[in-house]
């Protein structure tokens, strides 16, 4: 059921499972929560429905603005590392979340990527579990191209990889712009391998990239549509549009049969949510969970005004502290971008500059009788994530280790010897990420006019998300009441690459292929004086690639994790996150993906605990096993947690 602001009445006085924020993650856990009629499931989402406007529907028409009441609006602090100017930093406020806004590209990263988190702590956290979710939310369709197509783009998706019963449809476009078959080629020339499938566990290469997309209609696929829409006419599951969570509703600690520590655990007994500042704010318990979707950016603020964070920050807040959780809001990560423009020149090429006047009508008039033409393809399907060794020669591969951590981590969170731990350990994993052949460092994104966006895949910079007040809701804005700070390019090493990756640019437009789209980049992209590219087209024009992570990681507590391996937030019952906010380490690749493969595991997990507390399930291994360094540090890590190799859990 659908639930408007003006029937809230409707809301059931108690649900089991509130999930706050309607996304990627929240819409997944809703379906696989629901399917079981004995349970309610609330979700609370911030945004309204989107009423399927062209804009987000056709793919051709990505990159041409978002809609004002679908988006947070949010920008950056001034990023002192680059230009001291803020960034724009759009983030989906709709029902469907990043989903609605996002540019559909369909990447899964390194099987190293995902490894890597296990290696930080996260047993069972590792590709060969993210494989089974990847193919589990996916409905794959192969691409409907004729042959030669698909052997000139590489498009020859691997079957055992991909998943044709979940949700999620994802496949390819029927049109593309025959730019990519020059990127594609140029690359090749530089001897960066070209990818038949990018989405194996091999990142490093160069390739066409599937999309979220309903290959039928050739249209927008997001989590609403794959998630939601279908089962929405479940009596058990409740979405109320246009509620923003304000708190979550912490009870008094209580102490739990399955765990032996002096400190009691804290429960969740509900959320507290309003429609706007001005309207009253009401209160709904949960029986079983809560369980927080509001992405990585409202997700920790909604923590901290909740009393669970740094306690420096709580008391700033003045909000009485319920847990002392120092990575709260920290380790935040995003690939930082560059839009790098070379301008092809050559006559006769067409690309999306084309599409005005008469030409526009006919694409538009083509897309809507048959669903064919320049309009199935969303901005960008051309892609490489080019490894190290393409960009540096090996003997000037950086050392990581050296890194100064007094840059590299704010201010105000370096002194906790939690976060720095957490953040050598992370370094470690960097370096061998950053050397190991089958990972990109960068990313290149190919359009059809000239521009190739250059980004940074494993960033050592490390920003963080403050909230400024303790009712975020303060004048409607959550702009003006959340904190987003990047610190792009804190690690000087981020820029360093973004340089690099500027000039395999250059390398590349000089190839022949490339040379016969006859690119004639204008300033700053012709610059080849290092200060110059590092002030005029780095530091001056860097920008968020919409990939926020890291604020609520899922890491040990002696690492200044905020989640446990089962996503419970740590000193909790009942209390957990699933959204891109736990990912500990970002992959070579964009989020989406990811996100919904941790939601459907994030889904098993909720359900499995249920079943182990209701003793309809034995429990593998010993009850519960402290996290590293989780003792003694006055935190209890919370029950169903377990951890070390001895436990063989798979989903
Ligand atoms: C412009 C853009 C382009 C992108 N392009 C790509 C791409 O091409 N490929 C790709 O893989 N990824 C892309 N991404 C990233 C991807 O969409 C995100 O990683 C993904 O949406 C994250 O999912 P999530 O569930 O963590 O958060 P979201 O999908 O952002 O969901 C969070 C939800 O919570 C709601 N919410 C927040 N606070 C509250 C509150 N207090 N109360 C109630 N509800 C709340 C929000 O309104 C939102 O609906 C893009 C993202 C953006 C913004």
Redesign the pocket.
């Known amino acids: 059921l659908h639930i408007p602001p003006q029937d809230i009445i409707k809301l059931l006085p108690s649900y089991d499972y509130i999930i706050?924020?309607?996304?990627?993650?929240?819409l997944v856990i809703a379906n696989r929560l629901s399917n079981r009629p004995d349970v309610t499931v609330l979700v609370?989402?911030?945004?309204g429905l989107d009423s399927s406007p062209d804009i987000i529907t056709v793919p051709g028409l990505i990159g041409h603005g978002?809609i004002p009441s679908y988006n947070?609006n949010f920008s950056t602090a001034p990023q002192e590392f680059l230009d001291n100017n803020t960034r724009y930093y759009?983030?989906?406020?709709?029902?469907?979340?990043?989903?609605i806004?996002?540019?559909?590209?369909?990447?899964r990263g390194a099987k190293a990527d995902y490894n890597a988190w296990e290696a930080l702590g996260n047993p069972n956290w590792n590709w060969h579990h993210m494989i089974h979710y990847f193919k589990k939310s996916e409905r794959f369709s192969p691409p409907d191209l004729c042959s030669d197509q698909a052997d000139t783009l590489h498009i020859h998706p691997q079957k055992a990889y991909h998943g044709t019963k979940g949700h999620l449809k994802v496949g390819y476009s029927n049109f593309f712009y025959n730019q990519s078959a020059n990127f594609l080629q140029g690359l090749s020339e530089l001897g960066i391998p070209i990818l038949d499938d990018p989405n194996i566990g091999i990142s490093a290469g160069a390739s066409i990239a599937p999309a979220?997309m309903n290959t039928k209609k050739q249209s927008r696929e997001d989590?609403r549509r794959a998630y939601l829409d279908h089962v929405l006419n479940r009596p058990n599951l409740h979405l109320a549009s246009e509620?923003?969570?304000?708190r979550i509703l912490m009870g008094p600690a209580v102490t739990s049969p399955n765990f032996n520590n002096s400190n009691p655990l804290k429960m969740a007994y509900g959320v507290e949510?309003a429609t706007s500042a001005s309207s009253p704010r009401t209160k709904i318990t949960c029986n079983k969970e809560v369980i927080l979707?509001?992405?990585?950016?409202?997700?920790p603020a909604?923590l901290q005004v909740s009393g669970i964070g740094p306690a420096a920050i709580l008391k700033d807040l003045n909000v009485s502290i319920q847990i002392d959780l120092p990575g709260v809001g920290a380790n935040f990560q995003d690939h930082p971008m560059v839009h790098a423009f070379y301008n092809y020149t050559a006559p006769g090429l067409f690309s999306t500059k084309n599409l005005t006047g008469a030409t526009l009508q006919q694409v538009e008039q083509e897309y809507f009788t048959n669903r064919t033409g320049p309009w199935t393809h969303?901005l960008?399907s051309t892609i490489a994530f080019p490894h190290l060794s393409h960009l540096l020669s090996s003997s000037s591969f950086p050392n990581l280790l050296s890194s100064n951590l007094s840059f590299s981590l704010p201010p105000h969170l370096a002194p906790y010897p939690t976060l720095q731990k957490g953040y050598l350990a992370q370094l470690k994993l960097l370096q061998s990420l950053l050397a190991n052949p089958t990972v990109g460092a960068v990313e290149v994104m190919a359009d059809s006019i000239g521009t190739l966006t250059v980004s940074v895949q494993h960033p050592l910079s490390r920003g963080f998300v403050r909230a400024l007040s303790p009712d975020?809701l303060l004048n409607n804005s959550?702009n003006q009441t959340i904190h987003i700070d990047p610190r792009y390019c804190s690690h000087p090493l981020d820029c360093d690459l973004l340089l690099h990756g500027l000039k395999l640019n250059s390398r590349l437009i000089s190839t022949s292929p490339m040379q016969n789209l006859q690119p004639r980049p204008p300033f700053p992209w012709n610059m080849t004086d290092d200060e110059t590219i590092l002030s005029e087209a780095i530091r001056s024009q860097i920008v968020t690639?919409?990939?926020?992570?890291g604020t609520t990681s899922m890491l040990p507590l002696e690492y200044g994790g905020v989640v446990n391996p089962r996503l419970m937030v740590y000193g909790t019952t009942n209390l957990r996150v699933?959204?891109?906010?736990v990912i500990p380490l970002l992959p070579s690749?964009?989020?989406?993906?990811?996100?919904y493969a941790i939601?459907e595991r994030a889904a098993d997990i909720i359900k499995k605990d249920e079943r182990l507390k209701n003793g309809e399930e034995e429990q593998e291994g010993p009850s519960h096993h402290p996290v590293p360094g989780g003792e003694g540090n006055g935190i209890p890590i919370g029950p169903g947690v377990v951890t070390g190799p001895q436990r063989n859990n798979h989903h």
């Open positions: 706050v924020g309607g996304g990627v993650a929240g609370l989402e911030a945004g978002f947070w759009d983030q989906g406020h709709v029902v469907g979340g990043g989903s806004l996002n540019g559909l590209i369909m990447t979220s989590s509620q923003t969570v304000t949510f979707s509001a992405g990585a950016i409202v997700s909604l969303p960008i975020l959550l690639e919409f990939h926020p992570s699933v959204d891109a906010g690749a964009h989020l989406q993906a990811a996100v939601a």
